[in-house]
């Protein structure tokens, strides 16, 4: 009884996190540009991958093999977000141009009323 | 001499729970190794407040907690975007400013804005005290800019220097 309960409980988590994994690989998909793609990525990366490692945790039950299960999660938790700013700033270094809403960056807006005092499109 | 002392003891605590073998052999050549890796840590200046920050560790068990609830909302408003069909992004760069002072500091705040789906910190400016954020719409951008996540880290980093 105790393990039905148990593996149901790991079996919410594992779909939970496979749902957040593909919806982050959805979102890889459909976003425009590289930083864009990456905000879609870090879904998976953060909620997706700790999702799993918890319903893992579960099925192993107590015993070390957890505790490396949850090492395994804070090493991707400390480690994961230094890949991304090497990648995004990497990016920006090589001149990759962000795609920008409208009023994106200050800079853009200030040129924007600039332009149009001169009476030009943007 | 306190903090090597303290980095060898978790050295030496990790290699118990990774390695699951407690004969006198193993756990001896553990406890040697942790001791010598710690000190070689130390010479090579590796063992600082910097590398080994273990001071913060109380107030790390106040503050992740809170940054795992942030990661899981806009997780999920990030979730919402991907799956609407209109796809309702705006994107937005700006520089925020830090109040974090240390290089524990500074890192934990740059490093929770990327760990939050949504915001990516893409430059790191420590003489003008900003990041450069990179920001899916212009609600995350906004939730940065609030400067919640900031006071946070600044009372996680402690002292007022």
């Given amino acids: ?39 879609a990525a870090s879904v998976g990366d953060t909620l997706g991958v700790s ?25 991707l938790l400390f480690m994961g977000p230094v890949a991304s700013h090497a990648l995004a700033a990497a990016a920006l270094q090589a001149g990759v141009k962000p795609m920008l809403a409208a009023d994106g960056t200050k800079k853009s807006a200030a040129k924007r009323r600039k332009s149009a005092a001169k009476g030009r499109k943007p | 001499m306190l903090r090597t002392a303290s980095l060898a003891l978790f050295l030496f605590a990790f290699w118990l729970l ?20 710690a000190l070689a840590g130390r010479r090579l200046g590796v063992a600082d407040d910097e590398g080994h920050p273990i001071g913060r560790l109380l107030a790390g068990f106040v503050y992740w907690p809170w940054l795992a609830r942030e990661i899981v909302k806009s997780s999920l408003s990030v979730t919402r975007i991907i799956l609407d069909p209109k796809l309702p992004i705006s994107p937005q760069l700006f ?12 890192a934990t705040y740059a490093n929770s804005i990327t760990l939050t789906p949504g915001t990516i910190t893409v430059g790191v400016d ?15 951008a906004e939730d940065v800019e609030a400067g919640d996540m900031d006071r946070r880290v600044r009372r996680f980093e402690g002292r007022a220097a």
């Fill in chain 2, 95 to 106: 520089h925020t400013r830090v109040s974090a002072r240390t290089a524990v500091g500074v």
């Fill in chain 1, 51 to 75: 999702l799993m490692l918890i319903g893992m945790v579960f099925l192993a039950g107590f015993t070390l093999v957890t505790l490396k299960l949850v090492f395994l999660l804070a090493f």
């Fill in chain 2, 18 to 37: 990774l390695s699951g073998h407690y004969t006198p052999w193993l756990v001896g050549a553990g406890l040697v190794i942790s001791i010598l890796l």
């Fill in chain 2, 126 to 140: 420590r003489e003008q005290g900003t990041f450069l954020v990179h920001a899916l719409t212009k609600a995350s």
């Fill in chain 1, 1 to 39: 009884m105790m393990d039905l309960a148990r593996d149901i409980l790991a079996g919410l988590f594992l779909s939970a996190g496979a749902f957040f994994l593909i919806a982050g690989a959805i979102g890889m998909n459909r976003m425009p540009d590289l930083f864009t793609r990456m905000h």
